[in-house]
């Protein structure tokens, strides 16, 4: 059964981690699982997830990070989600469309209209089943999201990182505002507990919907 499955949060919200756990589980009871993400999740979406997130880039104004973003969002999902979902495998992305109408509408305060124009452009009308918010403070996401950074070998992914706390404020908020127009399809999780505690929640509510039988939508 096809069933496309976002993760949503601020930078250190635990998405990655928590995928990775929901995946073992899902392949455990038995279904296809395709786990991918954004920006990237596919060979000319990873270079341009490259620009993005290099700090080095700090050149980049508010308007190029949205082209960007929706170029490498077209390409992965013709390249990766469209494909799994016809297959009928259960998608598990980090980060989607509402990523673009957090950070570059409500962080970057551009235009939400222009913003869902380009979304339906980039996925051709496919919007997920079911995302889930890990939701925490901002102080919280970004101290883990440092810490993340400083441990890990190869290039520092932290352009936004490096974005002030009013910042990722602004982000948060537009999360839970995005969550509270459509309650229907988010699912609000609290991140700030620990991993096995956050890890129960995700699976209690991906199997509640899961078991209602929800396809995905093209």
Known sequence: MACFITFEGIEGCGKTTQIGLLSRQLEGDGHAVTVTREPGGCPVADQIRNILLDANNHAITPLTELLLYAAARAQHT?????????????????????????????????????????????????????????????????????????????????????ESLQFHQRVRQGYLCLAQQEPERFVIIDAAAGIPETEKAIAAAVRARIGKGQKAQG
Do not use: H, W
């Open 78 to 162: 013709a390249e990766v989600v469209k494909p799994a979902l016809d297959a009928g495998a259960i998608v598990l992305c980090d980060r989607f469309t509402d990523a673009t109408i957090a950070y570059q509408g409500y962080g970057r305060k551009l235009d939400l209209a222009a913003i869902n124009q380009l979304n339906k452009m980039a996925t051709g009308g496919i919007r997920p089943d079911m995302t889930l918010l890990l939701d925490c403070p901002a102080e919280t996401g970004l101290k883990r999201a440092i810490c993340r950074i400083n441990s890990a070998p190869g290039a520092r992914e932290e352009r936004f990182e490096l």
